[in-house]
Antibody, heavy 122, light 108 residues
């Protein structure tokens, strides 16, 4: 059974870089069928896709965040990571990682990690 | 703003049928997926593709699509179905991912 687990600091100072890692267990991140994605949810608000990465390193990002986002993959550790630079209070959110299935007419995320709350505050 | 539009809130009487909709131009070309999220929990996929349910999702959940609108139907809503529901698909270019704003379902 595939499981994903987010990890990283729960508190980040304004203007600094948010860094999170997602560890995949029960399956290989190098599977040729899947992308791996990050999604966030500000308190009391809806879901926002941040970006996704293929095991080869190919990425695609939300244009609204693209200038500040880097997603990378480490196949040797079965992990992928998120870096979001120059954070502000507006980046306070629960951050989720999820497997991203992408096909010609389809896109979905399953399963999801439990999520981790990141608060941006001095 | 989201390219997928959902009604903010919908209510249904216990045991009745409810349809939650998601509108967007990209839905003319791409299928929507649907997620259920209960308070304090991660979203759970309930419908993907044309109308597929992951293992463990009750068959009272179904999906459909017509024109620019995708729908999630719950036939015989149960108290445990009370949750937020989000649709997800590609954007109009097909290159990016978008979520709807979410619908809060209340089971009366």
């Amino acid at each position: 059974q595939l499981q994903l687990q987010e990890s990283g600091p729960g508190l980040v100072k304004p203007s600094e870089t948010l860094s999170l890692t997602c560890t995949v267990s029960g399956g290989s991140i190098s599977s040729s069928s899947y992308y791996w994605g990050w999604i966030r949810q500000p308190p009391g608000k809806g879901l926002e896709w941040i970006g996704s990465i293929y095991y080869s390193g190919s990425t695609y990002y939300n244009p609204s965040l693209k200038s500040r986002v880097t997603i990378s993959v480490d196949t040797s550790k079965n992990q992928f990571s998120l870096k979001l630079s120059s954070v502000t209070a507006a980046d306070t959110a629960v951050y989720y990682c999820a497997r991203n299935i992408v096909a010609t007419q389809y896109n979905w995320f399953d399963p999801w990690g439990q999520g981790t709350l990141v608060t941006v505050s001095s | 703003s989201s390219e997928l539009t959902q009604d903010p809130a919908v209510s249904v009487a216990l045991g009745q049928t409810v349809r939650i909709t998601c509108q967007g131009d990209s839905l003319r070309s791409y299928y929507a997926s649907w997620y259920q999220q209960k308070p304090g929990q991660a979203p759970v996929l309930v419908i993907y593709g044309k109308n597929n349910r992951p293992s463990g999702i009750p068959d009272r959940f179904s999906g459909s699509s017509s024109g620019n609108t995708a729908s999630l139907t719950i036939t015989g809503a149960q108290a445990e179905d009370e949750a937020d529901y989000y649709c997800n698909s590609r954007d109009s270019s097909g290159n990016l991912v978008v979520f709807g704003g979410g619908t809060k379902l209340t089971v009366l």
